[in-house]
Structures are given as C-alpha cells and as structure tokens.
C-alpha cells in the first residue's frame, strides 16, 4: 500500500509564512506529478500547485507569487512554502500523489494525504 504523510500546518497570523511537507511510503516504483490541494468549508476541493515529475511547478492565480511547491525525488517528498498568508487561505490541505506502483504494470493510482488545518488569523 502507498500512504502519504502530511505535516506542519498549524495557526499563523496574517503575512506569516508555513511549510507543509508531505512524505510517500509504500510500494512506490515510481512517483510522476505531486500536489497540493484544499477545501474551504462548503466547496468542492481545489487545486493549489502541482509539480511535474521533472520539477515543473503549476499555480493557482490566487496563490501565485506567494506559495512555492518543490519535490526531494530521493526522499519522497513534496513540500508547499506559504508566504504572505491571507485569511483567504484558511483550509483544509490535501497532498496528492500519482503513484506507478509496480515496474511491470504500468498503470498509475492516485493518493492522498490525510488533510492538515491551516488557519490565518490574528
């Protein structure tokens, strides 16, 4: 099984800054896109960043400038750099990973991570 660990979010005041880190475990032979997702409450989940297996990062408009997605290939691991926050921000974050778990099938799932709470507030 593949899980997907996420840390680091917390309550900040407004122009603070976090870093969510998310972590991949399991039977992995290969992780493509990774991402990072949230959820305000009453809406449907939407996307933040995502970056490509070789690096290339993608924003939403509303974070763009602010936010900064990176990937340690070697560790497994995606992280989102939050500078600037807003109140706006307030979430529920969600990593996702595509995830090739075997060399001979060459299929692709999709996982995610538990979700952590990140509040912006004074």
């Known amino acids: 099984q593949v899980q997907l660990v996420e840390s680091g979010g917390g309550l900040v005041q407004p122009g603070g800054s976090l870093r969510l880190s998310c972590a991949a475990s399991?039977?992995?032979?290969?992780?493509?896109?990774m991402g990072w997702y949230r959820q305000f409450p009453g809406n449907q989940r939407e996307l933040v960043a995502f970056i490509s297996s070789g690096g290339s990062p993608t924003y939403a408009d509303s974070v763009k400038g602010r936010f900064t997605i990176s990937r340690d290939n070697a560790k497994k691991t995606v992280y989102l750099q939050m500078n600037s926050l807003k109140p706006e921000d307030t979430a529920v974050y969600y990593c996702?990973?595509?995830?090739?778990?075997?060399?001979?099938?060459?299929?692709?799932?999709?996982?995610w991570g538990q979700g952590t709470q990140v509040t912006v507030a004074s």
């Open positions: 996702n990973a595509n995830v090739q778990r075997f060399a001979v099938a060459y299929t692709t799932n999709e996982y």
């Open positions: 399991g039977s992995i032979f290969r992780i493509n896109s």
